[in-house]
């Protein structure tokens, strides 16, 4: 079996309907990272389905908000509360949202 992934750069008004897109086709999601870059953060959230893999790259400014999937996926609220408290991310409606608790840390946002 051949093994199949791919990274697509999303805008941010494509972000949630293509996480709806993916959902309604059966892909199951199975990590979100979060990381600094110059300005703000890369956001990628990473589906599988059978042997291939799909990356939803999203590129966002330190200052701006974007949607939680927690409503689509109610799997991501944890790796969306680490997103927000880890690095700063500002990701609103996190059902649950653990408001900076879900770790116990010296340091806000250590990976700012």
Do not use: H
């Amino acid at each position: 079996m051949d093994y199949k992934s791919e990274i697509k750069k999303v805008s941010t008004a494509e972000f949630f309907p293509a996480v709806i897109m993916m959902k309604g086709e059966n892909w199951r999601l199975v990590q979100i990272c979060a990381t600094t870059v110059e300005n703000g953060y890369e956001m990628s959230y990473s589906f599988c389905k059978d042997y291939e893999m799909v990356t939803l790259r999203l590129d966002i400014a330190e200052d701006q908000e974007i949607a939680s999937i927690t409503q689509v996926y109610p799997c991501a609220y944890l790796q969306e509360n680490e997103a927000a408290e880890l690095f700063g991310v500002r990701i609103r409606n996190i059902s649950p949202d653990y408001k900076d608790n879900l770790y116990r840390i010296d340091k806000e946002t250590p990976f700012k």
